[in-house]
């Protein structure tokens, strides 16, 4: 299975790790590729440490676990860098996007990971382009920018269609997670 891409998601309940995650594996498997999406947590508490999962691949997934050693780490809050270790199981050449208002330098040492570190604002695009707070959107277009899981492009096309989907009672906000995306995409540094 040398396909098999493992993403973790670090995030706080009520950020939206959980529905990044599915949204994610839903693009990709519209492009053909074969997914696993789901979330961990305990009690569901707003405010409480979460994790969700993304496994995605060119080959049949036979494996039906948490994800321990991810290729792909995406933390929504910056608070959880002092509390959780984001890095746990990650290998040397891994990949950590993370919502901050630090530059990359700063994480780097933050977290003494001499991997792939991509920073974006998350918070700030969210409010500027949704109005509101919320980080999982534009984590996944900064998640695309840091990676090669998708074609950028198609990617928002098909995300555009799971929106439609998941805000069909408020349209408005189609657009303005769609334009929160491609900002993180231009924003996220490295």
Same mark, same amino acid.
Do not use: C
């Given at each position: 299975m040398a396909s098999l891409t493992e993403i973790r998601w670090h995030g706080r309940g009520g950020q939206g790790a959980k529905t990044a995650s599915i949204l994610l594996g839903k693009v990709a498997a519209k492009t053909g590729k074969h997914i696993q999406a789901f979330p961990e947590y305990g009690p569901e508490r707003m405010g409480a440490p979460v994790l969700a999962y993304n496994r995605i691949s060119e080959d049949d997934i036979t494996v039906h676990c948490q994800?321990?050693?991810?290729? $792909?780490?995406?933390? /929504?809050?910056?608070?959880?860098?002092?509390? #959780?270790?984001v890095t746990? *199981? +990650?290998?040397?050449?891994?990949?950590?996007?993370?919502?901050?208002?630090?530059?990359?330098?700063? $994480?780097?040492?933050? /977290?003494?990971?001499?991997?792939?570190?991509? #920073?974006?604002?998350?918070? *700030? +695009?969210?409010?500027?382009?949704?109005?509101?707070?919320?980080?999982?959107?534009?984590?996944?277009?900064?998640?695309?920018?840091?990676?090669?899981?998708?074609p950028f492009e198609n990617f928002v096309k098909q995300i555009k269609v799971e929106l439609e989907k998941k805000?069909?009672?408020?349209?408005?906000?189609?657009?303005?997670?769609?334009?929160?995306?491609?900002?993180?995409?231009?924003?996220?540094?490295?």
């Open positions: 994800v321990t050693d991810p290729g $792909i780490v995406t933390v /929504l809050d910056p608070t959880l860098l002092n509390v #959780v270790d746990d *199981g +990650v290998p040397e050449d891994g990949t950590l996007v993370v919502n901050s208002e630090e530059d990359v330098a700063t $994480i780097k040492e933050q /977290l003494e990971f001499d991997g792939d570190i991509w #920073v974006l604002d998350a918070y *700030g +695009v969210a409010n500027k382009e949704i109005g509101r707070p919320f980080p999982n959107t534009p984590m996944l277009g900064a998640l695309m920018q840091a990676t090669d899981l998708l805000f069909a009672h408020k349209p408005e906000m189609i657009d303005k997670n769609v334009a929160a995306i491609k900002r993180a995409y231009k924003e996220v540094a490295k």
